[in-house]
């Protein structure tokens, strides 16, 4: 195997030429494996984005068909149509909570009251003359029993507080006593806003006595086994309607919540939001859902994984972007190398032709000229490997922030140009609610975990031997193929 020695010795000879093809070799594969290292990380934290958001589907009344419905039957009557919501039966909503998937759910029901033995937060404008027969309206009251009633208070009714959106997104937290729980169920209790409660001297274990905003004769009377502090603004609707005023926010058991709505909506809720253990099974989870009993002719699954999207669409941007380094730096790499590695073997055809003459073996040459740049490309991995972790954990890191700020400036854009307007329980409306959700995984996905992997190093290595072994031995062929008379009599 003379040929391995005299690689080495021509590699020592010409030292310019083989640091050459080494540095160009080096670079090549410290952005091969930076590509390798972020597309790994990537689909590593897409993952876990994807495990720890898991998303939601939530069931609740299909509006559009309802309004068709309520169409069809006052077609023939004068006056606009009303839409007529029907609640969700615990039976049906349990059945879904039953299949799998399902991490965890919640349910959810919307009152309004009046505020009997304390007074309520009020609005800069809310006592105004001119506003009265607008909140009226705004509130939602019952008609038909002595028109429409102005109410002080929201009341959302929950399973557990938790999972509450205010609560779960971070906009509300329990300072004193604890949330809303599951096993609060048809029990009389509350958890209120803490400037409210300062400005009544209510503690944790006082009561408090609300009235229906529809049914002034329906009265409950609360025990405080929780207070919390809310960092909504709340909507400008708030300004004018002291209901909408997050202050005047007060969370009960879904069952109390159903009390205040009147005896028609007794084990029933409103929507129910169940929580996937994975986003990826949300579509598994529809599909299981719609062979149930429930009639999804009246009701509709809505998927909501919108937190998981807008983490990963940076990271997938960024992976998609890594995955092109890969292809893009290995192709040209391997045509630059090939070119230089096809200029030094035309440099040395007079060498072939005199070892070709005294009888050395063709592919002895060509494996020599393989040897030579492969053993470039191992010192080049080796090299990569040390430099190749700082490098795409700055590329990949700035990658990932530019991303992540278009992707912001998208969502803002569309805020600004969708429907503006605040949301019935003064939580900033649609515009604040895709903010609020986007701010969340900005935070979760300031930075990608990147470190090079024995896998990463093994892949590369196999790219990079394949480009040596394909820049040597397409040159090679071109000359091997000639006679060594050939070689030698047009040799000047």
Known sequence: MNFLKRAFWSMKAKK??????????TVICVFVLSGLTIQSAAKASSELARQ????????????????????????ESDGPPQFTSTPISLDDAESIAALDHVKSYNYSVSASANAENFDIIESSTSTDDSSDTESDQAAGGDQGRGGMVQADLTVNGTLTSDE????????????????????????????????LAEENDLEVGDTINISSASDEDTTQELEIVGIYETSSAG?????????????????????????????????????????????????????AAEKTDVDFDVYQLDA??????????????VASFAKNIVYLVTIAGAIILALIVMLSIRERKYEMGVLMAIGEKKWKLAG?????????????????????????????????????????ETTTTSMQQGPGGGGPMGGGGPGQAVSDA????????????????WENILILGGIGLAVAIIAALIPSISILRLQPKNILTKQE
């Open 16 to 25: 310019g030429k083989t640091l050459l093809q080494l540095v160009i070799f």
């Open 52 to 75: 720890e958001l898991g998303g939601s589907v939530t069931l609740q009344v299909d509006r559009e068909a309802a309004m068709e419905k309520q169409q069809s039957e006052q077609s």
């Open 164 to 195: 509450a959106e205010s609560f779960s997104d971070g906009e509300a937290e329990i300072v004193d006593g604890r949330g809303i729980e599951e096993s609060d169920a048809g029990s009389n209790v509350a958890v209120i806003e803490q400037t």
């Open 235 to 287: 909507s400008d609707q708030a300004m004018n309607f002291s209901f909408l005023n997050p202050y005047n926010t007060i969370y009960v058991p879904y069952t109390a919540a159903n009390t205040l709505k009147g005896e028609d909506y007794t084990d029933t809720v409103e929507s129910v939001t169940y929580q996937m253990d994975d986003a990826e099974n949300i579509d598994a989870f529809i599909a």
């Open 304 to 317: 909501n994984d919108d937190l998981y999207q807008q983490m990963v669409g940076p990271i997938e941007n």
């Open 368 to 408: 020599q000229f393989i040897t030579e740049i492969v053993v470039i490309a191992i010192v080049a991995v080796g090299l990569s490997s040390i430099f190749g972790n700082p490098i795409a954990n700055v590329l990949g890191n700035q990658l990932l922030d530019q991303q992540t700020t278009a992707s912001a």
């Open 438 to 453: 986007f701010s969340q995984p900005s935070e979760a996905i300031s930075s990608l975990n990147i470190n090079v992997t």
